[in-house]
């Protein structure tokens, strides 16, 4: 009997292992349920993409707990499991595509939504546009993303319990009965109820004062028998048993902070949104049909893929390459390229009793694992050298990385470790596949735009400053054309620019080391800042992966960890980073920060808001004042001297693809109808003569 060369069959077993791990892959998403289709934008073309349709539905998929890319989900083996032995999730979707599948970019984006909340796009270069649930606690509604995950239990289905906290503060005077949220972005009921309304270890403690670092003062522990689980707004003291509420029987002090410790049960695996997210993307971008055969809808028009999410959408982006889930489970890539803007930490998603939808508050995790692209050991808190990078190395998955912030992220959202470390001794050097841009001077998000020297009234949101108008979406739109182009392309994008050590950018958030000026009216303190603080949530709890068990609430405080922002200079303004034109033709102060007006937390750090002060109009209303930062009037002249800066600066913001041209042609006829100052026409010759200045003329 001859023996054939084993390699002739090499190619056959290539195309049967191919189609063996596609179809496993395909076999994740189990039925792909559309149940709506509509035109978009009323059936008119998208530019050369031409028409648009949306599809809506629901993606029935499961989890396999034996596969060792899900292994890392926290309490995944405690969760229920279908005949097939896998763990079910049901996740609704949204999908925006050319009619025409030849008119297809090749591009699918995939937008991370925030908090349930986000919609689907066209595009007039045909890019194809996918939205999904991945949040598990998220409550549904007509019009948001929402995925279902099961509950975790023990062995024989008996509940998992633990530790959570709740905070109350700024509680109306005369109210007795609050309902407990677990966040400071919660909304709706408590994801985690108790596991016994009348659990007698349950703690409520009442504070009369609480420092950035948590030291808290005039601290009292609320007796047990004065407050429960109940609401008694219509039923007096112990009021109606509600484990979505807390009663206090004399009623809360509005000038105090609330802290309630209790067990609570019923954790959700909350981790199953990382592996959903990654089978839908795979699954629109690779498969043919689903498990039941019936077709993907964009199925050969997908070349590329790459994710954007802002804020907490970002962090989760974060969260799903550090943990592993860029390769598919038939180890292909996911995304190509990622665009997490604004996203200062990873989402608290990946451990039990978890709370994706937090906001960096006291006690919320969020800084604790890895937030660094290149490696990195953490001596402070005791951690081994890592990246936020180092599964995706392993596995020759890593995407192309287009990363962008502002000043409030650095202020409010914790940014400065995931720069310079936990010591900040030096910059933590980046990849040649991560690109890093500095928003300067911007709040959470970016500001209004447009040319106006008004600030508006403060008190917006409870701060005490007005609001930052100072934008961000220019820039970001032109960063995302350059991650397209450098994932499609090859297109490296422009050199990362963002504040260092090395460069004496970046220095301890106080006054003097900003080198702050003395502005009337605006009281700065040395500690508007939200400080990096290394708590201890216990030993099961797997810090740099975030993963794992909390045992202590509220955790312990160790220490703080040191927070830099950048310096600015005698207007107050940062010099670091992708400048927008309007932070390079200021009409005032632009700030990362703001002050809470009112209330238990006044004269702190107001959330996530960056505030403005701008400059007085005219050399007389500046010496009035005593304002040491130089007029509009001086500055620019006339209204045509402030034109021509926002001209000069536009362009070269373009040259520097900073900008893209109908943005820049939009800002500049927007400088030119603003009205900040005079017209030439209108001014004093002194005035003229800065307007020829500042336009290249000379005085006459």
């Known amino acids: 009997m001859t023996i054939a060369d084993p390699r002739s069959f090499m190619p056959v077993l290539a195309v049967a292992l191919a189609f063996f791990l596609a179809s496993a892959a395909e076999a994740q998403v189990v039925r792909v349920e559309i149940v709506s289709r509509e035109a978009a934008s009323g ?38 499991r279908n005949v097939r032995g896998k763990v079910e999730y049901v996740a609704t979707f949204a999908l925006a595509k050319p009619v025409d599948p030849t008119r297809s970019s090749g591009v699918l984006v995939y937008q991370v939504v925030n908090r349930g909340n986000g919609g689907v796009t066209t595009s007039p270069d045909g890019d194809i546009s996918l939205v999904s649930g991945w949040q598990g606690d998220v409550t549904p509604t007509a019009a948001n993303q929402t995925i279902v995950v099961p509950v975790a239990t023990n062995g024989g289905g008996s509940a998992i319990s633990g530790p959570v906290i709740a905070r109350f503060y700024n509680v109306a005077a005369g109210t007795n009965t609050a309902s407990i949220r677990l966040s400071s972005m919660g909304a709706g009921p408590p994801v985690y109820p108790p596991a016994t309304l009348d659990q007698t270890d349950a703690t409520l403690t009442m504070h009369a004062s609480e420092s950035s670092t948590g030291v ?16 008694c707004r219509t039923a007096a003291f112990p009021g109606t048993p509600d484990p979505a509420r807390l009663c206090l029987k004399d009623g809360f002090d509005p000038t105090k902070l609330y802290e309630l410790v209790y067990t609570a049960k019923d954790p959700l695996v909350l981790g199953i ?54 390769q598919d489970l038939s180890r292909r890539m996911v995304w190509d390229g990622v665009f997490p803007r604004i996203a200062a930490r990873q989402t608290p998603i990946n451990f039990r009793f978890a709370l994706p939808g937090g906001a960096g508050t006291l006690y919320e995790p969020g800084s604790e694992p890895v937030v660094w ?18 599964r995706c190395t392993a596995t020759r998955t890593c995407p192309k990385i287009i990363e962008a912030f502002g000043s409030t992220e650095l202020w409010g959202l914790r940014m400065s470790p995931g720069l310079i470390g936990t010591d900040a001794r030096q910059d933590i050097p980046l990849p040649a596949t991560v690109r890093r841009y500095y928003y300067p001077g911007t709040t959470h998000g970016g500001g209004r735009g447009g040319f106006r020297i008004d600030a508006g009234p403060g008190g917006q949101g409870g701060c005490a400053l007005p609001a930052n108008p100072n934008p961000e979406a220019d820039t970001t739109r032109a960063l995302t054309k350059a991650l397209i182009e450098w994932v499609t392309k090859g297109t490296l994008p422009p050199a990362s620019r963002y504040p260092r050590l090395d460069k004496g950018d970046l220095v301890p958030a106080t006054k003097s080391a900003m080198g702050f000026p003395d502005i009337p009216g605006l009281v700065f303190k040395d500690s508007p800042v939200n400080p990096v603080l290394d708590y201890d949530f216990g030993p099961r709890f797997i810090a740099n992966d975030m993963s794992g068990v909390i045992a202590l609430q509220p955790p312990r405080i160790t220490r703080v960890i040191p927070t830099y922002v950048p310096k600015v200079n005698a207007d107050g303004n940062e010099t670091s980073g992708v400048l927008s034109v309007l932070h390079q033709a200021p009409l005032g ?45 001086e500055r620019y002249g006339t209204l045509e001297g402030y034109a021509c800066l926002v001209q000069r600066a536009a362009t070269q913001a373009v040259t520097d693809r900073f900008l893209l041209q109908d943005d820049a042609d939009r800002l500049v006829a927007q400088a030119k109808g603003s009205g900040v100052l005079p017209k030439d026409a209108d001014s004093t010759p002194q005035n003229r003569d800065i307007a020829r200045n500042l336009c290249g003329r000379g005085s006459k």
Not at 608 to 625: E, H, L, M, N, W
Request: overall charge positive.
């Open 216 to 231: 808290k003062g005039g601290s009292v522990t609320v007796p047990r028998q004065v407050w429960a689980f109940a609401d």
């Open 589 to 633: 102060t632009y700030l990362g920060w703001n002050l809470t007006a009112s209330g238990f937390f006044a004269g702190q750090g107001c959330g996530f808001s960056g505030g403005y002060v701008p400059f007085a109009k005219t050399q007389a209303d500046r010496i009035k004042t005593r304002d040491p930062r130089p007029s509009v009037e």
């Open 373 to 390: 692209w290149g490696r990195y050991e953490d001596k402070v808190r005791g951690r081994p050298a890592a990246s936020l990078l180092d």
């Open 273 to 326: 949104g990382l592996a959903a997210t990654r089978d839908i993307v795979s699954f629109f971008r690779y498969a043919a049909k689903d498990g039941v055969g019936s077709p993907n809808p964009v199925a050969g028009s997908v070349k590329y893929a790459i994710s954007i999410g802002d804020s907490q959408s970002g962090n989760l982006i974060k969260t799903f390459i550090h943990l592993g889930f860029n």
């Open 43 to 80: 059936g008119q073309p998208v530019g050369k993409a031409g028409p648009y349709e949306i599809l809506r539905g629901r993606i029935h998929g499961e989890v396999d707990p034996s596969d060792p890319h899900n292994r890392i989900i926290q309490d995944l083996q405690l969760a229920p």
